[in-house]
C-alpha cells in the first residue's frame, strides 16, 4: 500500500516559519552590520589596543577611564588580525558576532533544558525574539560592551528564572553560566545591580534559602575577584587615573540619575513592558520566568540611569530585556484576557513589539543596502587626512570621540593624542557652556589639576608626535543654545605661550563638514593659506539639543513609528482576546 503524504500541520508551519524568522533577522542583521562604519568606541578600543601591542602603557599613553577586560579582548583581536592578514576590524566583528552566537546558543539550551522543557511552541518564540534582541535591536550600537554583556547575562538570567520555577540544575551549567555574567559584570561593572536582582528571583518565590550558595554565585565572584586582582598586578596604574578623573568624568555628558529614571532612552517601552507584566502576570504562562525577567529589567535600567549620561546603548540591555517581556505578556498567557484593561495591556503590549520590530528591522534594511547619508562627508575626511598626512600623525581637537574614530582606523594614520577625544574640556567647564553669560577660558593659574593635565598631555603629545594633521572640530556661536558646540579649540589651546608656536606651523586645507582641516608646513615651505586662528563663531545648531544629540520627537522617523504603532493597535484590538473578548 502506498502511503498517503499528508499536510503538514499549521503548528509545524508555525514552528518552522518561526525558525526561518530568526534565520531572516540573523541574515538581515550580520549584513547591515558588516556594510556599516565601525562604531567610534569600536574604532577606538582596537586603535589602544594596537598601540599598546606596539608598547605603550594603558591609561599613561592611552587615557581610557574604563577598567582594562575590553582592551584585552581587543588585544586578541589584533594579534588575530597581524597573524592572518585580515583587517582588525574584520576581525573584532567576527569574533564579536561568534561570541554573540555562543551567548545566544548557550541561552536558549538552558531554556530548553531547565526552563521550558517540553514547551516547544515558547521555545521556538524565544529563538526569534532573541536574535532580534542580540542582532537587529542593537542597530547603531552594536559592539558597543553592553551588547556583549546582555548577551553574556541572558544564560544566567533564565538559569535564575528555571530556578525560581523550582527546576534542579545541574552544577555545571551553574558554572558555565556564572563564569559568563562574570565576564559582563566586568566589562561594565554598573551592571552589578543585575546580580543581587537575579539572586532574589528563587529565593523570593521561596525556591532556595537566602543563606545558599549556588553555582553561578561563586563563579561570578571568582571571576570578578580574579579581574581585580589583575587589574592590580597588570594595570595598577588603573587606580591612579580614575581617581585622577572619575570626578571630571562625572560631569562629562552629565544628565542627573532621577532625570534619567523617567527619560532614558527606551524609557516608554520599557515601562509599558513592566507595567503590562504587573497587569496580566496572575494570567502568566510561566510567572516564573515573568518575575526573573522584570527583575532583571528593572536593575538593567537603574544600571543605565546611574551613570548618568543618557547615552542610548547604556540603556540597551534594559531594552532588550523589556522586550523580551513584551513576547512573553502578548504569547505565554494561560487564559486569554477577560477584563477591559487586561486587554488593553495586551494591545498595547503588541503594538509596541511591532513598533520596535519594524523600527529596528527597517533600519537594518537600509544599512544592509549600503545607506548611509553621512558616509560620503566621511569618506572625504578620510581621503584629506590620508593624502595629507603622508607617514605621520593625526591629532583631532573635538569633545566628541566620533570626531576621531572610525577616522584613525579607515585612513590608516595613527593617532598623534593619548585621548580618544577632549572630553576632559568640557567637563571642566560643564557650568558655564549652559550659562548665560559668554564662555570665558581660565588662566593657568586658575584651571584645577585636571585641566592642567589636559592642557600638560595634550601639549607634551604635540611636541612629541608632531602631527602632520590637525582635524578641528568648528564651534558654533557663543549661545547657552549651542552647549558643547561653543567650544573654540583654537582660541582655547592657543592662548598658551607653549603650544601657540605649535600652531602656527599649520595652514588651512579645508573645510569638511563641521571639521576644519590643517597640514603641517614642511621645512622651509612658504605658506600658502591661512594658520589656525580664533574666530567668532557664526553658526548654530538646528535640530539639536544642549549637547549635540538630536532631538527625538517630530521627526519622520518618530511619525513613522506612530503611524505604525498606530496601526496595529487598530489591528490587535480587533483581535479576540486582545482587544475584544475571546
Known amino acids: 500500500m502506498t502511503a498517503v503524504p499528508t499536510e503538514p500541520s499549521s503548528e509545524s508551519r508555525f514552528e518552522r516559519g518561526l525558525t526561518w524568522a530568526a534565520g531572516l533577522v540573523l541574515l538581515l542583521a550580520l549584513l547591515a552590520e558588516f556594510r556599516s562604519l565601525i562604531r567610534p568606541d569600536t574604532g577606538f578600543l582596537l586603535d589602544a589596543a594596537n598601540r599598546v601591542l606596539d608598547g605603550a602603557v594603558i591609561y599613561r599613553d592611552v587615557v581610557e577611564i574604563n577598567p582594562p577586560l575590553i582592551i584585552w579582548l581587543n588585544m586578541i583581536a589584533v594579534e588575530v588580525s597581524r597573524l592572518s592578514g585580515l ?11 561568534l561570541l554573540l552566537l555562543g551567548c545566544l546558543g548557550v541561552a536558549m539550551t538552558v531554556v530548553r533544558c531547565f526552563l521550558l522543557p517540553g514547551e516547544a ?15 537587529a535591536l542593537p542597530g547603531r550600537d552594536y559592539g558597543e560592551r553592553e551588547h556583549l554583556v546582555l548577551g553574556l547575562v541572558l544564560p544566567y538570567a533564565f538559569l535564575a528564572a528555571a530556578r525560581a520555577g523550582g ?4 552544577g555545571g551549567w551553574g558554572w558555565l553560566a556564572g563564569g559568563l555574567a562574570g565576564l559582563g559584570f566586568a566589562l561594565k561593572p554598573h551592571f552589578l545591580l ?6 532574589c528571583a528563587p529565593r523570593l518565590r521561596r525556591q532556595l534559602p537566602w543563606w545558599r550558595v549556588l553555582p553561578e554565585t561563586a563563579a561570578i565572584g571568582l571571576v570578578l575577584a580574579g579581574y581585580l586582582g589583575a587589574i592590580a598586578l597588570v594595570t595598577p596604574q588603573y587606580f591612579e587615573l ?5 570626578g571630571a568624568y562625572t560631569r562629562f555628558l552629565y544628565d542627573p540619575f532621577w532625570h534619567l529614571l523617567v527619560t532614558g532612552p527606551g524609557a516608554a517601552v520599557t515601562f509599558l513592558a513592566l507595567l503590562a507584566t504587573v497587569a496580566l502576570r496572575q494570567r502568566a504562562g510561566h510567572p516564573a520566568l515573568w518575575d526573573g525577567l ?6 538593567a535600567y537603574l544600571a543605565g540611569a546611574a551613570q548618568q549620561k543618557g547615552l542610548d546603548y547604556h540603556f540597551y540591555p534594559s531594552l532588550g530585556l523589556a522586550v523580551v517581556l513584551l513576547v512573553l505578556v502578548t504569547t505565554d498567557l494561560r487564559s486569554p484576557p477577560a477584563r477591559l484593561a487586561e486587554r488593553l495591556y495586551r494591545v498595547v503590549a503588541a503594538s509596541a513589539l511591532v513598533t520596535v520590530a519594524a523600527s529596528a528591522l527597517v533600519h537594518a534594511a537600509a544599512g544592509a543596502i549600503g545607506y548611509d547619508p553621512q558616509r560620503a562627508e566621511f569618506e572625504t575626511r578620510v581621503r584629506i587626512v590620508r593624502e595629507h598626512a603622508g607617514n605621520g600623525r593625526v591629532f583631532v581637537m573635538s569633545y566628541h570621540i566620533g570626531s576621531t574614530y572610525p577616522l584613525i582606523n579607515y585612513s590608516g594614520v595613527r593617532s598623534a593624542s593619548r585621548f580618544p577625544q577632549l572630553w576632559i574640556l568640557p567637563a571642566a567647564y560643564w557650568d558655564e557652556l549652559h550659562a548665560d553669560a559668554p564662555l570665558r577660558f581660565r588662566d593657568r593659574a586658575q584651571m584645577g589639576p585636571v585641566e592642567r593635565y589636559l ?5 607634551a603629545d604635540f611636541e612629541r608626535y608632531q602631527p602632520t594633521v590637525l582635524v578641528v572640530l ?7 543654545t549651542n552647549g558643547l558646540r561653543r567650544l573654540d579649540y583654537i582660541a582655547y589651546f592657543g592662548r598658551d605661550p607653549r603650544f601657540a608656536p605649535l600652531l602656527r606651523r599649520y595652514q588651512w586645507v579645508a573645510d569638511v563638514g563641521e571639521y576644519a582641516v590643517y597640514a603641517r608646513l614642511s621645512g622651509a615651505a612658504p605658506r600658502s593659506a591661512r594658520p589656525p586662528m580664533a574666530t567668532a563663531g557664526t553658526q548654530d545648531l538646528l535640530g539639536t539639543d544642549q549637547e549635540g544629540l538630536q532631538v527625538r520627537l517630530l521627526t519622520r522617523a518618530f511619525l513613522a513609528q506612530l503611524g505604525v504603532f498606530l496601526l496595529a493597535t487598530a489591528f490587535f484590538a480587533r483581535r479576540p482576546g486582545f482587544g475584544r473578548p475571546a
Open 87 to 97: 583587517s582588525d576590524m574584520v576581525v573584532y566583528r567576527v569574533g564579536f558576532t
Open 121 to 135: 511552541r515558547l521555545q521556538r518564540l524565544l529563538l526569534p525574539a532573541l536574535a532580534f534582541v542580540l542582532f
Open 167 to 170: 527546576t534542579p540544575v545541574p
Open 194 to 199: 543585575l546580580w543581587p536582582a537575579l539572586e
Open 242 to 246: 580614575v581617581s585622577r578623573l572619575a
Open 294 to 299: 522584570a527583575l532583571a529589567t528593572v536593575a
Open 455 to 459: 592642557n600638560d598631555a595634550a601639549l
Open 474 to 480: 568648528r564651534h558654533a556661536r557663543d549661545l547657552p
